[in-house]
């Protein structure tokens, strides 16, 4: 009962569960048959899924702290500066408390054990009193592991309100025993769980289980040709066998007729080397026989290399003559031919010199030629201005021209019209006076 209540040791260090975000990480890899059993979701939405995740979130950390109080009890000088004094004084009295469960419980265990090994004295009174006086020191511990708890509270309330320590005390995670962090583990699983629980909606909780009922269907097709496939193979196997038997009882009977074959080779082997070595004797008189006449061939031969060498020796004098004679008119030539081509070096290199010298000149001459054609481009181009002006000029007077000598025959038009149309204004008028005096006359 005391191991529910009593700080466990060290844990590794976990994560920061103020710094967890209540939304799923997305998934880098690509889409796969498993797509089914992810939430369409990331994040939660609703605020009660927010309070669940954020309450178990709240008691991981409390956890984490809580199982870093024994190893609190165990430093106390070197934390005492660092937690402050109200955190260790309640550390302290919480750890007093525990000692105090643990002696008792241990003292209880004693007890059971003895009462365990003394059960043949089970109808005596003094062994019911003792069962009964166990019970009772049973109950008395029940106050005390209520102030334990309201201990941890305490401590977890300092720690709670002071920030600065409560992160001091975490990164002194290894400080955390296997089961503490056993325990964890399995509180930030089972908070894994939850938030995609929370995460899976009712439609999507129902396709997650009509996939895994169809993963079920698909498993049992496969275990079930998986099966058709291991008999097959247990038959290929028994084949196999028999295959490997009738060759094995084939490669015995082929051994039986190699031995067979072994010895009737032996046989003919010695019937071989007798009948070779009747041929190595009378081969060997025959190769006698050809010894001497070859001998008897290479003292002829002898005797005419003899007198081939001594008349090689008279051509090759004759030829040593003719070899030093035209070596040394090689030579003459040689000599004649050094100086016949120092003389032309020597003019090779006058006419180099005249060459160069032109050459300069023809450099010379090449830039003021540049210079003259530059001047005579630019000559031309104003050449060519002056000519387009004056082409310019001229059709301009020419346009001038033609347009005085219109503007001319207009304006003479216009003095003719204007003329005309006096004259017939006058022309009228007479009319007019005439046609009012024979009126007249008429009248009287």
């Given at each position: 009962?005391?191991?529910?209540?009593?700080?466990?040791?060290?844990?590794?260090?976990?994560?920061?569960?103020?710094?967890?975000?209540?939304?799923?990480?997305?998934?880098?890899?690509?889409?796969?048959?498993?797509?089914?059993?992810?939430?369409?979701?990331?994040?939660?939405?609703?605020?009660?899924?927010?309070?669940?995740?954020?309450?178990?979130?709240?008691?991981?950390?409390?956890?984490?702290?809580?199982?870093?109080?024994?190893?609190?009890?165990?430093?106390?000088?070197?934390?005492?500066?660092?937690?402050?004094?109200?955190?260790?004084?309640?550390?302290?009295?919480?750890?007093?408390?525990?000692?105090?469960?643990?002696?008792?419980?241990?003292?209880?265990?004693?007890?059971?054990?003895?009462?365990?090994?003394?059960?043949?004295?089970?109808?005596?009174?003094?062994?019911?009193?003792?069962?009964?006086?166990?019970?009772?020191?049973?109950?008395?511990?029940?106050?005390?592991?209520?102030?334990?708890?309201?201990?941890?509270?305490?401590?977890?309330?300092?720690?709670?309100?002071?920030?600065?320590?409560?992160?001091?005390?975490?990164?002194?995670?290894?400080?955390?025993?296997?089961?503490?962090?056993?325990?964890?583990?399995?509180?930030?699983?089972?908070?894994?769980?939850?938030?995609?629980?929370?995460?899976?909606?009712?439609?999507?909780?129902?396709?997650?289980?009509?996939?895994?009922?169809?993963?079920?269907?698909?498993?049992?097709?496969?275990?079930?040709?998986?099966?058709?496939?291991?008999?097959?193979?247990?038959?290929?196997?028994?084949k196999r066998d028999a295959q490997v038997e009738k060759e094995t009882f084939v490669i015995q009977e082929l051994k039986n007729h190699l031995h067979q074959v072994l010895k009737f080779s032996e046989n003919s082997l010695l019937r071989t080397k007798q009948e070779a070595k009747k041929q190595q004797k009378a081969d060997y008189r025959?190769?006698?026989?050809?010894?001497?006449?070859?001998?008897?061939?290479?003292?002829?031969?002898?005797?005419?290399?003899?007198?081939?060498?001594?008349?090689?020796?008279?051509?090759?004098?004759?030829?040593?003559?003719?070899?030093?004679?035209?070596?040394?008119?090689?030579?003459?030539?040689?000599?004649?031919?050094?100086?016949?081509?120092?003389?032309?070096?020597?003019?090779?290199?006058?006419?180099?010199?005249?060459?160069?010298?032109?050459?300069?000149?023809?450099?010379?001459?090449?830039?003021?030629?540049?210079?003259?054609?530059?001047?005579?481009?630019?000559?031309?181009?104003?050449?060519?201005?002056?000519?387009?002006?004056?082409?310019?000029?001229?059709?301009?007077?020419?346009?001038?021209?033609?347009?005085?000598?219109?503007?001319?025959?207009?304006?003479?038009?216009?003095?003719?019209?204007?003329?005309?149309?006096?004259?017939?204004?006058?022309?009228?008028?007479?009319?007019?006076?005439?046609?009012?005096?024979?009126?007249?006359?008429?009248?009287?």
């Amino acid at each position: 009962m005391a191991l529910d209540i009593l700080p466990v040791g060290a844990l590794y260090r976990g994560p920061n569960i103020s710094r967890i975000r209540l939304m799923a990480e997305p998934s880098k890899r690509p889409a796969s048959p498993l797509k089914s059993l992810v939430p369409s979701k990331s994040k939660l939405t609703t605020i009660e899924t927010k309070r669940i995740m954020s309450v178990l979130d709240e008691t991981i950390h409390k956890v984490e702290l809580v199982t870093l109080l024994s190893y609190v009890s165990s430093n106390n000088e070197h934390l005492e500066g660092m937690l402050g004094e109200d955190i260790m004084k309640a550390v302290r009295e919480h750890e007093d408390l525990c000692r105090v469960l643990l002696d008792n419980v241990s003292y209880l265990q004693d007890e059971e054990r003895q009462l365990q090994e003394e059960e043949e004295f089970e109808e005596e009174g003094w062994f019911r009193d003792r069962r009964l006086s166990i019970e009772l020191q049973k109950c008395h511990l029940l106050p005390l592991m209520q102030q334990i708890r309201e201990s941890t509270k305490n401590i977890l309330r300092h720690l709670l309100n002071n920030p600065q320590a409560a992160r001091l005390l975490q990164m002194q995670s290894l400080g955390r025993s296997a089961e503490a962090q056993s325990f964890i583990d399995s509180l930030i699983e089972l908070r894994g769980f939850l938030f995609e629980k929370l995460l899976t909606s009712p439609m999507e909780a129902r396709d997650k289980a009509q996939f895994i009922q169809n993963m079920i269907r698909q498993n049992k097709r496969n275990q079930e040709a998986i099966d058709a496939l291991e008999n097959e193979l247990v038959a290929s196997l028994k084949k196999r066998d028999a295959q490997v038997e009738k060759e094995t009882f084939v490669i015995q009977e082929l051994k039986n007729h190699l031995h067979q074959v072994l010895k009737f080779s032996e046989n003919s082997l010695l019937r071989t080397k007798q009948e070779a070595k009747k041929q190595q004797k009378a081969d060997y008189r025959a190769s006698q026989a050809r010894v001497v006449k070859t001998q008897q061939e290479i003292a002829q031969l002898r005797s005419q290399f003899h007198s081939l060498l001594m008349e090689n020796r008279e051509a090759e004098q004759a030829l040593r003559k003719k070899k030093y004679k035209v070596e040394t008119e090689i030579e003459n030539w040689i000599q004649k031919y050094d100086t016949e081509m120092g003389e032309k070096q020597d003019e090779y290199e006058e006419l180099d010199i005249i060459h160069k010298e032109e050459k300069v000149q023809l450099e010379e001459l090449k830039q003021r030629y540049s210079v003259l054609v530059a001047e005579f481009s630019q000559i031309r181009e104003e050449q060519d201005i002056n000519s387009k002006r004056n082409m310019e000029a001229q059709q301009e007077l020419v346009r001038m021209v033609r347009a005085a000598t219109l503007i001319q025959a207009v304006w003479k038009g216009y003095l003719v019209r204007s003329m005309l149309r006096s004259k017939k204004k006058k022309r009228g008028k007479g009319k007019a006076k005439d046609k009012g005096k024979g009126q007249a006359k008429d009248n009287k």
